[in-house]
């Protein structure tokens, strides 16, 4: 994707609760034509975010800018954003024709019944509804539930969709599908998709961007691979549950934890010091094993989980610290291991991220 003009800015954002500050003086630039995924943990301002964004709520201070105008003042009916509620919020009363529809026969503009049909039947065919016009939603699925949503959304043409968690009502399978379809769809239509979600499976999956929102902050933006590969912060890596995390004392350039004591050659600012390796980088040996690559991490091994592509392996360190080690099966079969043996775990001390509050400051 190429890169193009913001579709939206966020400049000093913030909105409270009473004492609670939701978002706090959020900046943010989204990308024209781009699907953003917006993943943070339970509380952190997600929600609050979107329905800041669609009118439904003001900032206390910032101002949101959308196609180069500034809309924070506008009612959200006037802003041109589609919005794609948790629980779809569908009428009821009304066939999915007329859910879709609604928007267009209530709106500010007068639209034609010849245009309305024309639109809402190229709407619900685009999210594969066809011949399901007649039915309430009580007839229909969860899944296609959060079609007709979108499809709503969808039928007003707008530049900017914003999708509340939407597959967190949907079983694995079809969660999965619609992952797909909607990535389809939004690339069809060349609209921006922000969706918000705290998986960070799906988000890595469906984001061409990924922002990370805690304690109402973005601290982090980028693509899938480089949150991925390189979190910001050691609360980033650990919401990602792809790494091992260790707490212990950075001294200068030692890190000592409860792998003895190791040097590391770059540390990134945190609030505290702390040693993260990912669970597919971390190797098993046995315990009595000197040629080891890197730190030599002592621990007892507890079980093991299929997961269909990878086996993850569950150990418990000498203070008693549950770690992982994801071992993908494209890499041959695993070694067999013994409930309760000890083992040492070890890995490439390059290919650790190293956090540290000196850095900091």
């Known amino acids: ?54 009118g439904f709520e003001k900032p206390d201070t910032g101002r ?14 006037e802003r041109g954003i589609g919005f794609v509620f948790q629980n779809f919020a569908l009428f009821p009363h009304l066939t999915i024709f007329e859910n879709v529809a609604f928007g267009l026969r209530n709106g500010a503009l007068k639209i034609s019944a010849a245009e309305i049909t024309d ?5 619900i065919e685009m999210v594969g509804l066809s011949g399901m016009e007649d039915r309430s939603p009580d007839q229909i699925s969860g899944g296609q539930k959060q079609r007709v949503a979108l499809a709503r959304s969808l039928v007003l043409q707008p530049k900017l969709v914003l999708l509340d968690e939407p597959l967190g009502a949907l079983d694995a399978n079809l969660r ?35 922002a990370v929102l805690d304690k109402g902050q973005i601290v982090q933006y980028g693509t899938p691979e480089a949150i991925y590969d390189s979190p910001a912060l050691s609360d980033v890596a650990l919401f990602l549950n792809r790494f091992n995390l260790f707490d212990g004392r950075l001294d200068g350039a030692i890190f000592e934890g409860p792998f003895g004591a190791t040097p590391v050659s770059s540390v990134r600012a945190n609030t505290s010091d702390v040693y993260a390796i990912r669970y597919d980088r971390t190797r098993i040996f046995d315990a009595d094993v000197v040629d080891l690559p890197g730190p030599a991490l002592p621990v007892r ?12 392996f569950l150990f418990e360190t000498e203070d008693r610290k549950t770690v992982e080690v994801d071992h993908h099966l494209s890499l041959g079969e695993p070694r ?14 390059a290919q650790a991220i190293v956090f540290g509050k000196e850095t900091a400051r």
């Open 119 to 123: 639109r809402v039947s190229s709407a």
């Open 1 to 54: 994707m190429t890169q193009s003009e913001p579709i939206f800015r966020l400049e000093g954002v913030t909105h409270k609760y009473g004492d609670l500050t939701a978002l706090d003086g959020i900046d943010f630039v989204a990308e024209d034509n781009s699907y953003i995924a917006l993943l943070g943990p339970s509380g952190s301002g997600k929600t609050c975010l979107l329905r800041v964004i669609a």
């Open 64 to 77: 949101i800018w959308f196609q180069g105008r500034d809309i924070t003042d506008l009612p959200a009916h």
């Open 176 to 210: 999965e599908r619609m992952q797909t379809e909607l990535r389809a769809i939004r690339e069809r239509l060349d609209v921006t998709f922000l969706h918000v979600t705290g998986s960070e499976t799906e988000a890595l999956a469906m984001g061409d961007q990924v």
């Open 336 to 349: 067999d291991l013994t409930v309760g043996e000890k083992y040492t775990l070890s890995w490439d001390p």
């Open 301 to 312: 091994y507890l079980a093991s989980e299929y997961l269909g592509s990878s086996i993850v």
